[in-house]
């Protein structure tokens, strides 16, 4: 039994079946890929497990528990975290505070009106957020400003926050997308070190054969709203549906 | 010492002491010279800085940390007023249960009216609010007429129960408001040279709640709860997927700013027992709006600032009439003088709307950050002058600003 677990998932807009019937296994502390061509539901699919679409049919279990009808807040305080495509980081202030933001919201729970307590007084948080910096090599940038730094820290950033956080499971979406080779090395390079170093289970979806190939340990290939296979990555490789579909010829 | 770090410290007794000291500092010019009429310090002007002080402190925790712009605000300064002028017909002319009733009041009030309004955010937000107050104002006119009295507004009477205090003065007149004894209308002048001061206890009273206000809004700043209020404005999707709620923080925001606003109200009343649905009217909210952005949206100062400049403006500026023109610019050869006066005159008197209406767009345009960012780009003028700072600054991180300047 996986930690994420979707069975029978479908989602119509309109005329348009976004998602036909999606059965997905994560299993815990491996990292699955998520890929397809353009248009084949991977964002929708993903967009069913925060709680920010609710899928027409099927089930979405999460460590045992239903995450259908919760509100996004609620499936992040169940253990679930997320990276956007676009980093989405609180750009008005600055790194350390962007890093308690998250700190407070795992330990008080989604609110808690602590307005006579002082930010700089909570040590054992900004130890902890600290440590998380020093992790992601960020420390030297507690003071700038979240919206002034390049594309790859934010990144870096938004990553440390949901890590500060220890998800059980971290959702990636498209996390190198748009970014220059340099960038897309040093995520990939992150995201190993997570892998290596912490007992967490990822579900990315990407573009970028290069980022999946050397991250997953499973793949799954959606296309037009359903999964094709589901395999190890050096099966995928060769597989001809795969390649049917993703590059939509047969190579001899 | 009180929950703040050294800077902020230092920043509150600053503020205490320039509060404490504002009935000197505002009457910079002799009395009988020229400049006189521009001299602050009277008690009723003193008042209104205060007061406004407090309305704008507590809008700007607001719209100044959550980003939700309010234009309802009003609403909660004419609730104050009422609950207050209620306890002084009820109760006593003690001003301390009119102002807790007022704060109680109107956070019941920003309570339903937040509740409701925070379903939506940015502009539908801000016409919810607006709508709410209008509302509020049409029914203090109408339907409410038995509690508002109307278009008379409500006032103290001789005819009041008055249960717990006295209901006639030994002068057979209504008694004045006051604390525990002390007259809000007691001053006490003192000449010194060709000088002259005004101790106003209504201002001093005024001033310590303000004093306290600005010492809880500091508070507020500084906390997570705070934290998380400037987090919402930063980017709610982010808090969201972080495992917060917004509704209940900007809700939360929304009753604190709404009980500013109501003490500011029962405050109003307190220095001059009486309470009119113009109060609550949309320009009164145009006005807190206006104070927080030209004094600087967002800074612990700067609606303290704007506060103080919209007042200044509306009470000084207003009561330059002809006469004064002409004696100003009385130099001039007959034919321009008369051009000069009649340009002017737009600006000064009951056109001073002009005057702050230019100087409102100046502030949007060259400083979006408000006096407060005019203040701090002096400083850093005079900084860099002086030369103190050599070091490249391409090679310094920008540093956050500080959320106390």
């Known amino acids: ?252 | 010492m009180l929950g703040l770090d050294k800077k902020d410290m230092k920043f509150l007794l600053i503020v205490t002491f320039l509060t404490l000291a504002t009935p000197i500092l505002l009457q910079p010019f002799p009395e009988g010279s020229g400049l006189a009429q521009f001299n602050a310090g009277y008690p009723d002007l003193m008042q209104r800085f205060a007061i406004f002080g407090i309305f704008a402190i507590g809008f700007n925790i607001l719209f100044g940390l959550t980003g939700y712009l309010s234009f309802g605000h009003a609403a909660f300064l004419g609730v104050g007023s009422y609950s207050a002028v209620w306890m002084f017909k009820l109760l006593s002319m003690n001003v301390l249960p009119g102002l807790v009733l007022a704060v109680i009041m109107s956070g019941l009030f920003a309570l339903v009216i937040g509740y409701v309004s925070l379903r939506r955010s940015g502009i539908y937000f801000s016409i919810l609010t607006l709508a709410f107050a209008q509302m509020s104002y049409n029914l203090a006119y109408s339907v409410l007429t038995p509690i508002t009295n109307g278009e008379t507004g409500l006032q103290v009477t001789l005819n009041d129960p008055r249960i717990l205090g006295q209901q006639v003065s030994a002068s057979g007149n209504v008694p004045g408001t006051h604390f525990f004894g002390i007259e809000m209308g007691a001053a006490q002048k003192i000449a010194i040279g060709s000088w002259e001061f005004t101790f106003s206890a209504g201002y001093y009273f005024c001033a310590i709640i303000a004093i306290i206000a600005f010492y809880l809004s500091l508070r507020i700043f500084r906390s997570p709860f705070g934290l998380m209020l400037r987090a919402i404005k930063s980017n709610q999707q982010r808090l969201n997927y972080t495992g917060l709620n917004a509704r209940p923080y900007t809700l939360a925001a929304f009753v604190i700013s709404g009980m500013y606003a109501g003490l500011a109200g029962g405050l109003l009343a307190s220095m001059d027992p009486l309470a009119g649905a113009e109060r609550m009217q949309w320009t009164a909210s145009g006005e807190v709006v206006l104070m927080t952005i030209l004094g600087g949206v967002g800074t612990m100062m700067g609606p303290v600032l704007g506060a103080g400049v919209i007042k200044y403006m509306e009470n000084i500026f207003s009561k330059i009439n002809d006469q004064v023109l002409h004696q100003w610019f009385g130099w001039l050869p007959d034919s321009l003088e008369s051009i000069v006066i009649w340009a002017a005159e737009h600006f000064v008197g009951s056109g001073w709307h002009m005057t702050s209406g230019v100087l409102f767009m100046i502030v949007v345009i060259f400083l979006p950050g408000g006096l407060v960012e005019g203040g701090q780009r002096i400083k850093s003028y005079f900084k860099n002058r002086r030369g103190g700072d050599s070091d490249d600054p391409e090679h310094h991180p920008k540093q956050a600003p500080h959320v106390a300047e």
């Open chain 1, 1 to 252: 039994m996986g930690i994420l677990e979707v069975k029978g998932v479908g989602k119509r807009f309109g005329g348009l079946q976004a998602l036909g019937d999606v059965n997905l296994s994560v299993q815990e502390n491996t990292v699955h890929a998520i890929i397809g061509p353009n248009g084949a539901g991977k964002s929708t699919l993903l967009n069913c497990f925060v709680g920010k679409l609710i899928p027409d049919t099927g089930s979405v279990m999460f460590d045992g528990q239903s995450l259908l009808g919760r509100t996004p807040y609620e499936i992040t305080q169940m253990g679930v975290s997320r990276v956007f495509q676009t980093p989405e980081i609180f750009g008005d202030l600055n790194v350390m505070e962007n890093m308690m933001i998250p700190c407070f919201a795992k330990r008080d729970g989604s609110f808690r009106m602590h307005a006579f307590e002082s930010v700089a007084e909570e040590t054992d948080l900004v130890e902890k957020a600290e440590q998380m910096l020093i992790d992601v090599n960020m420390i030297d940038k507690r003071h700038m400003h979240a919206s002034s730094m390049s594309r790859g820290d934010k990144r870096r950033l938004e990553m440390a926050m949901c890590l500060v956080q220890d998800p059980k499971l971290l959702l990636l979406d498209e996390p190198t997308a748009g970014m220059a080779r340099a960038d897309t090395n040093n995520t990939i390079d992150l995201l190993k070190e997570i892998k290596e170093k912490r007992d967490i289970t990822m579900a990315i979806i990407e573009h970028d054969m290069h980022v999946v190939f050397s991250l997953a340990d499973r793949i799954t290939v959606l296309a037009q709203g359903t999964p094709l296979v589901e395999d190890s990555p050096d099966k995928i490789k060769d597989h001809p549906k795969v390649r049917e579909a993703y590059l939509g010829e047969t190579q001899q």
